[in-house]
Nanobody
Framework: QVQLVESGGGSVQAGGSLRLSCVAS????????MGWFRQAPGKERQFVAA???????????KYADSVKGRFTISRDYAKNTVYLQMDNLKSEDTAVYFC?????????????????WGQGTQVTVSS
């Protein structure tokens, strides 16, 4: 069992930056592939970014096309924490952002691959 707690959301103007954090606790939490997803009102949850455990493809990353070049995912194994640095934010980035953990495999964009989910943190970008 893995518990995930997100933080770092808030309100920012377009062009600004935020950094989200997700602390994972539980057995072997540091060996999970970690992902970020987001869900805007009335829309389906969508993939944002993922980072694999270092033993999978050397800690590879994957990004949605809509955030490439603006968002960066990283992880600190000592702190069992995964980060999502979000730069040059746009109004369309407004959503609740969820952290997720996958107990096996490389970085994946498939929502159904993730077994554990956090409660989410709200990000609001005003234009």
């Amino acid at each position: 069992q893995v518990q995930l707690v997100e933080s770092g959301g808030g309100s920012v103007q377009a062009g600004g930056s935020l950094r989200l954090s997700c602390v994972a606790s539980g057995r072997s939490a540091s060996s999970y592939t970690m992902g970020w997803f987001r869900q805007a009102p009335g829309k389906e949850r969508q993939f944002v970014a993922a980072i694999s455990w270092s033993s999978w493809s050397g800690g590879s990353t994957k990004y949605a096309d809509s955030v490439k070049g603006r968002f960066t995912i990283s992880r600190d194994y000592a702190k069992n924490t995964v980060y999502l640095q979000m730069d040059n934010l746009k109004s369309e980035d407004t959503a609740v952002y969820f952290c997720a953990a996958d107990n096996w495999g490389p970085a994946t964009a498939l929502l159904t691959d993730y077994e554990y989910w956090g409660q989410g943190t709200q990000v609001t970008v005003s234009s």
